[in-house]
């Protein structure tokens, strides 16, 4: 049992399909070569200066570096790269008028850092099951979230490939298997190369597997959840609106420094630009203050 690797020419229905089926699946080799070494020489500085997690479950030898869309121009082409935008799309899509970034981070996995509790990212918003205990939650037919890690190193076996169950998002975790467990024998790792991507579902058991080797294991994840939803890492305050509005334009409404629907997320700070009866192209898709000139 293995997670489907699709070649970087797949389209989006390979994806879908694939995604549909096993709950995950890996796109090889996506990034090039030298988008890499733009992305290392913009990253690593951010790594560098991270102290490494505070708790058992981030994991003591993990370092976790947010807010990369305001600290990284290299990262932000990766956001947006179309392929993966256009699949999140089509997965969260029937859910939503439009999707958000959810959360960016830089996932380091030091030597000597234990496997990471397997778990849902969904039930950040509540709910039963393996991962996060809440009151609520979502309806189980919903998909809320849908993540990318990009490796920025080779993921091995040995330095931590992120462990998946594939199929765990079909199973019925609002009820009789609500508190269901994946077995070893259910799990797989998802091993690629560098420049390679993993693409899941939040309703999908994963987790950080632990490094036994001498070297660290990077992850870039990126993460796009359903507009209606809050966001895990507040956007408006990793990138505030002094960043936000040199952005380009797409990549600010993704954000959210848009409407979420039609009259989701107005803003009537006189700052910002006016009343909400001010901004009738609001309710149109995008807040024009945030991209218009000084």
Not at 60 to 87: A, D, F, N, Y
Not at 188 to 195: D, F, L, N, S, Y
Not at 224 to 233: F, G, N, T
């Amino acid at each position: 049992m293995n997670l489907e690797t699709l070649k970087p020419d797949c389209n989006v229905e390979d994806i879908v399909a694939a995604i549909e089926r096993d709950g995950a699946c890996i796109v090889g080799d996506l990034l090039s070569a030298e988008t890499l070494a733009r992305l290392d020489q913009d990253l690593m500085p951010l790594i560098d200066r991270t102290e490494p997690s505070g708790d058992e479950w981030a994991g003591r030898k993990t370092k976790r570096t947010g807010g990369l869309v305001s600290q990284s121009p290299e990262c932000r082409p990766v956001v947006m790269h179309p392929l993966v935008l256009s699949v999140a799309n089509a997965v969260l899509g029937p859910y939503c008028e439009r999707i958000q970034l959810n959360l960016t981070q830089l996932i380091t996995i030091l030597p000597g850092q234990p496997a990471q509790p397997l778990h849902r990212d969904r039930f950040v918003w509540g709910g039963r099951g393996t991962g996060f205990e809440g009151a609520g939650g979502l309806p189980r037919l919903i998909e809320p979230q849908f993540n990318a890690i990009w490796a920025l190193t080779d993921f091995t076996k040995e330095n931590g490939a992120t462990t998946v169950a594939p199929g765990s998002h079909r199973w019925d975790f609002d009820g009789s298997e609500a508190d269901r467990q994946a077995l070893p024998g259910e799990c797989v790792q998802a091993e690629m190369t560098r420049g390679s991507v993993i693409l899941y579902t939040g309703s999908v058991i994963h987790g950080g597997s632990e490094n036994r080797s001498s070297g660290t294991r990077i992850g870039m994840n990126i993460t796009y959840s359903l507009a209606w939803l809050r966001q895990e890492e507040n956007q408006y305050l990793s990138c505030p609106p002094d960043v936000a509005r040199h952005l380009d334009p797409e990549l600010a409404d993704l954000l959210g420094y848009t409407m979420g629907n039609f009259a989701l997320g107005f803003c009537t700070s006189p700052e910002i630009g006016g009343t909400a009866s001010s901004l009738p192209e609001a309710v149109l898709g995008r807040w024009p203050q945030m991209s218009a000139p000084d």
